[in-house]
């Protein structure tokens, strides 16, 4: 009996691998084996072998890929998300298709390097859009930015693009301290330190967020941290590790993190949106990334945001589910952070806790990688779906053909896959089986100032929904502030241009409305109450051509800033700008440091020579030494020209906000015998900052430096709210 069982067995196999057999026949002769004599057995046998082996045979020597068996063309539709074809061997047979439940569940996609990989996000990326669902994308090369000139509405947005302050913006419905546990978790576990967070940390955060009446960012934090001594020696190591660990995130990402607010995360998982990470070091990078995976996560676990009965692709499930991308997904979730310390002994890395729930969130990984075994445990225990492509490496082979549920014989396949071609499985649903994935032509390669401008209208909108939020949220600081204490009487636009100056030194009048979208007749009235109340400085001055109206704030207003709990790093900043020698004086110095840093000098503005004369901007690119002094009034020449005489700079640049004073001062200097004239050079200020402008557009640079033209870079230097805008090292 068991020699026909084997036959059987045999036969079903090879029948379950090529196509186009009469199966329902070849069955039903199976069947009448068992009952047959030894002569119509025989017969029976043979008829089989001819209908099978010969094009089985055939079948698998034309074929360079493996013959697994394969599911059927009504198995293989699922709920239409059509991901690759079915194939037997070289036979291209169905389109394969996933199901909701299947998107929920993870996919883990792994080949090595140029093997597809990225090719297949782009074939579901056009389905996604086909069938109308969202999905957030983290980029590490710039691969995906030719979707968003493909399809109109993908938007690329690059990392320092983004505004998140990581303590403030806390998921709704969240209590922000276990918010605050989360956020340092992922910075402990992200920058690869053996510790988790200290409870004295938090304790830190709190009281900032206290004393700031509940404002906070990571920069305060790190000050904060940075001047406190603990009387405990432990608690001290633990404050320095921890500095260090906020210093490196700070540093990469300080626009990014030190804002009021930020961005609504939940925006982000609601569109079609790639972000570029590229060239964020990855430790930082999966910090950001992680924070907001996270936000969202539990703000849908906060809000109930689930799906509540099994469903296709309806619109409940369209409206609420996200695909998350992560290609290169060792750098996002790299497995070290599970084998760490902090992992072992007290807390797993919050991403393992997405993985493993993240379907309840209507929330679903696509996980491509060469490395499998950098990509985290918890990712890979809940992927469904599994897609292997070519594998050179034994181990990984063996690894990877027994997830899938290859037998020990077919595990070599996996070395001679093809581009394009996989062995698939989902759980629950199919056999390993061929897979193969169209090539798609990539597109040209974009220009930053054409992905910039694409992705425009998306920035816009979230910028307007911030600038609503941040304005609330100050207003609000007002309002419970003036409870306590007397505080001007101002209209919601005074307290709002007040504090928008505060963040936004260098900001001239027009861009001030335009921020604010504000009228210029009511711009009017409440600059002249800000005026009347002494909290604000008129600064008009000419930038190019013509005159420009800048703001500066009185020593009153940075009072009341304080009083407020606004940082008292950029306070102190203010100081500095609008003290000795002036707003203007401070304002051309910013400018031309801007601009020397984008040609790659480094620079330090008020800088101490040795023998303790100051030069307003001393700037050094491979050895050559430059000085620039701002006059706006005197007429001490004689004085500047001795640092190049005593050889303390290479250059000497003197620069006059009026023709006057510098023709004065031009004369001066060539009735000036023995200094090294040729090394000075003396002009207007506007149009020494037009000769930088000039070098800067070169022609080779066009296009990339978008903004920096003019004057102040306007979208950079707004964001930035450090109070270290001066010395840019
Ligand atoms: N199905 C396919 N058939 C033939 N060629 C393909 C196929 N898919 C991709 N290719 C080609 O292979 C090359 C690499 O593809 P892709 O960038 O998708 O690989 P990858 O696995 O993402 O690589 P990496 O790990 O380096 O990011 C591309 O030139 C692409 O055109
Ligand atoms: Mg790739």
């Known amino acids: 009996m068991s020699e026909i069982d084997d036959f059987r067995q045999e036969i079903m196999d090879k029948v379950s691998k090529i196509p186009g057999l009469p199966r329902g026949y070849i069955d039903t002769l199976l069947r009448m084996l068992p009952y047959a004599n030894e002569r119509r057995r025989k017969k029976l046998v043979d008829k089989i072998k001819r209908l099978v082996e010969t094009k089985f045979n055939e079948h698998s ?34 389109p394969f298709g996933l199901t909701t439940e299947n998107l929920r569940e993870n996919e883990f996609v792994v080949a090595r390097s140029g093997h597809g990989k990225t090719t297949m996000v782009f074939n579901l990326v056009d389905q996604l859009i086909q069938h109308e669902i969202c999905f957030l994308s983290f980029d590490w090369k710039q691969d995906y930015r030719t979707l968003a000139k493909k399809y109109d509405d993908v938007y690329v947005i690059r990392w320092h693009e983004l505004a998140y302050n990581v303590l403030i913006n806390c998921p709704e419905g969240m209590d922000i301290k276990l918010w605050w546990r989360i956020v340092l978790d992922i910075a402990a576990h992200s920058q690869g330190l053996l510790m988790a967070t200290p409870a004295h940390i938090l304790r830190v955060i709190e009281e900032l967020y206290e004393h700031n009446k509940g404002q906070v960012t990571f920069r305060e934090l790190e000050n904060h941290l940075k001047s406190q001594h603990s009387e405990s020696r432990k608690e001290n190591e633990y404050s320095a590790i921890a500095e260090n660990r906020i210093f490196n995130i700070n540093q990469a990402l300080d626009k990014v993190i030190n804002v009021k607010y930020g961005f609504e995360i939940k925006d982000l998982f609601r569109k079609r949106i790639i972000i570029e990470m590229f060239p964020l070091d990855f430790s930082v990078a999966s910090f950001l990334i992680q924070t907001i995976i996270m936000h969202e996560f539990y703000r849908r676990l906060y ?16 409206s609420k589910f996200c695909k998350i991308i992560m290609d290169e997904a060792h750098l996002t979730q790299y497995s070290g952070q599970e084998r760490s310390l ?41 992927a469904g779906t599994m897609i292997v492509g070519n594998i050179v490496e034994t181990d990984q082979q063996r690894d990877l053909s027994s997830s899938l549920g290859l037998d020990r014989d077919s595990e070599k396949i996996l070395g001679k896959l093809e581009k394009g071609t996989w062995i698939a499985r989902v759980a ?42 941040e304005s609330r949220m100050f207003m609000v600081q007002v309002e419970k502030k003036s409870e306590e204490v007397h505080l001007p009487d101002l209209t919601k636009e005074g307290w709002l241009l007040l504090d928008y100056v505060f963040f936004h030194e260098w900001s001239y009048q027009q861009q001030i409305t335009e921020a604010l979208g504000i009228s210029d007749r009511k711009f009017a009235k409440v600059k002249q109450d800000l005026l009347d109340k002494n909290l604000i400085r008129i600064q008009k ?22 009083i407020l709990g606004r940082p008292a790093q950029r306070i102190g900043y203010w100081k500095w700008i609008s003290g000795v020698p002036g707003y203007e004086h401070h304002y051309w110095l910013n400018v ?138």
């Open 541 to 562: 001055f000419p930038v190019k051509v013509h005159d420009r109206i800048h703001f500066s704030l009185t020593p009153n207003a940075l009072e009341i800033m304080k």
């Open 342 to 382: 902090v992992s072992t002994e007290l807390s797993l890395p919050p991403l393992a806790t997405f993985f493993s729930q993240s379907r309840e969130m209507m929330l679903g990984t696509f996980a491509l990688t060469q490395f499998p075994h950098l990509v985290m445990d918890a990712f890979k225990d809940n």
């Open 592 to 729: 031309l440091r801007v601009k020397h840093k984008i040609l790659g000098w480094n620079g330090r503005v008020e800088y101490d020579l040795k023998d303790g004369r100051r030069v307003d901007l001393y700037e050094e690119l491979n050895g050559h030494r430059k000085a620039v002094e701002i006059e706006l009034s005197t007429k001490d020449v004689e004085n500047k020209v001795r640092v190049l005489t005593d050889r303390e700079v290479d250059d000497l640049v003197l620069l006059y906000r009026e023709e006057s004073t510098f023709q004065f001062a031009r004369s001066k200097l060539e009735r000036m015998e023995n200094i090294p004239k040729e090394k000075i050079w003396i002009g207007l200020i506007r149009d020494y900052v037009e000769l930088l402008d000039n070098v800067i557009k070169g022609p080779e640079k066009s296009g990339n430096i978008e903004g920096t033209g003019s004057t102040v870079p306007d979208h950079e230097q707004n964001r930035k709210d450090n109070g270290n805008n001066g010395v840019i090292g």
């Open 428 to 469: 629950g649903r199919t056999k390993p089986f061929v897979l193969k994935t169209p090539d798609i032509k990539k597109g040209d390669l974009l220009a930053d100032a054409d992905v910039l401008q694409r992705s425009r209208p998306l920035i816009t909108a979230l910028d307007m929904k911030r600038q609503e939020i």
């Open 303 to 318: 809000n109930q945001v689930r799906l509540n009965r099994k469903s296709t692709l309806d619109s409940e499930f369209k």
């Open 61 to 94: 020597m034309r074929s360079k890929n493996p013959l697994l068996s394969f599911p059927s063309k009504e198995d293989a539709v699922g709920d239409g998300v059509i991901i690759g074809y079915v194939c037997s061997g070289d036979r291209v047979l169905h």
